[in-house]
């Protein structure tokens, strides 16, 4: 890598382009559709092997479910871009992806 820049990762534009959209959606979004986006989120960070990713998603979509909102919402939005950023892996062996988190 030329001049320590990090190598261009489609997946982890991709992924920090959602979180940016749910992010600018919050004042006017139904909670069940950002959990959908969230859903979706922890789907292709669990096929890429985004570990952290996945994790920090589940518990998004658990704070949805309990009635978190607004400011509280943004906060799990910018760890969960910070789990998309990070490097680290759990380095355990790819388990079934946990069913979503239902939202009443």
Known sequence: MAHGYPAYD?????LAA??????????????????HEIDAIRSIAYR??????????????SALARGERGPL????LAILSDAVDSEETD???VRPMPPPVPFA
């Open 91 to 93: 380095g355990a062996p």
């Open 10 to 14: 489609p997946i982890k534009a991709e």
């Open 48 to 61: 890429s092997g985004m570990h952290p990713a996945v994790t920090v998603a589940q518990a998004l979509e």
């Open 18 to 35: 959602r979180i940016g959209l749910i992010g600018a959606r919050i004042p006017g979004c139904e909670p069940a559709d950002l959990a």
């Open 73 to 76: 919402i943004h906060d799990w």
